[in-house]
């Protein structure tokens, strides 16, 4: 057994499968939680989920790239939504009462990301300003409703750890940073995820150095297609991402899958 932590069947490039996709999924034995972007894919991965007795979970929250605010235009990507804006405010009320659902089992993902910045100084101050007090309310949240959380953070590690207090329950997905820094989260108790990204970037340091209880993998499906597999990636592809951190490790794959499944059942408190 498998538990892909982070996929996306919720976006639209599986507006016309995701059942196929997940009934082949759990076939094999792979559990799956579907996280959310936004209020649009977070109420769809909700809704995917309780459609299954088992196996199939969500997490509901507001990724940094949809908080420009009007700062700066960014592209839309239409493997996630389609014909719909990627700016949105924060509504507290109404992702608390989709994570009302028992299927919900994170608040995620959410982080920070500088990938795509403003240009100017000014803008991108106010960006980031904008990212830390979404981040922060989304946090509170959380804490509220005793829901581990999901990090999202590309190119702003400093801050995110920066951000955080000393125990934290939850995992950073597609952890891509240095071994330093991932010794940073895991002295505050989270998880490192790992998936695809760790055939294009050289994270065998840190996936060696991880103390095997503290590692998650994932998918992050629809990107990041492990080889030997091309094109959309999917729950299925996790075994890839397992296979290369038993090799890494020295370790068995039988010994990655029991016990990067018992890790995921701990941290999101997983059942049918």
């Known amino acids: 057994m498998l538990i892909d932590t982070h996929s996306h069947l919720n976006f639209s490039a599986y507006k016309d499968d995701a059942g196929d996709v997940i009934k082949r999924t759990l076939e094999d034995g792979i559990w799956m939680i579907n996280v959310g972007s936004q209020y649009s894919t977070s109420k769809r991965a909700v809704e995917i989920a309780e ?19 009007g700062i700066f235009k960014t592209k839309i990507d239409k493997e996630e939504v389609e014909f719909e804006t990627r700016e949105e405010e924060f509504d507290r009320g109404k992702y608390r009462e989709l994570a009302r659902s028992e299927k919900v089992v994170a608040v995620g993902e959410i982080g920070l990301d500088y990938w795509y910045r403003p240009k100017t100084k000014t803008k991108l101050e106010q960006f980031k300003r904008k990212q830390k007090e979404v981040f922060l309310s989304q946090m509170k949240l959380a804490g509220e409703i005793d829901l581990p959380v999901i990090f999202h953070c590309r190119l702003a590690h400093e801050d995110l750890i920066a951000a955080l207090g000393d125990e934290e329950k939850g995992v950073v997905h597609c952890f891509s940073g240095s071994w330093q820094e991932a010794q940073k989260y895991l002295s505050k108790g989270l998880y490192l995820g790992f998936n695809g990204i760790i055939f294009k970037l050289d994270l065998d340091e840190v996936i060696e150095k991880t103390p095997l209880d503290r590692i998650l993998v994932e998918t992050d499906c629809p990107y990041l297609t492990p080889p030997p597999k091309e094109g959309r990636n999917e729950p299925l592809y996790v075994k890839y991402v397992a296979e290369k951190i038993a090799k890494i490790k020295k370790l068995s794959y039988q010994e990655i899958t029991a016990a990067t499944t018992q890790n995921a059942i701990k941290l999101f408190n997983l059942h049918g």
């Open 51 to 69: 459609r299954y007795e088992k196996g199939v979970y969500a997490a509901v929250g507001l990724h940094p790239i949809h908080l420009s605010g």
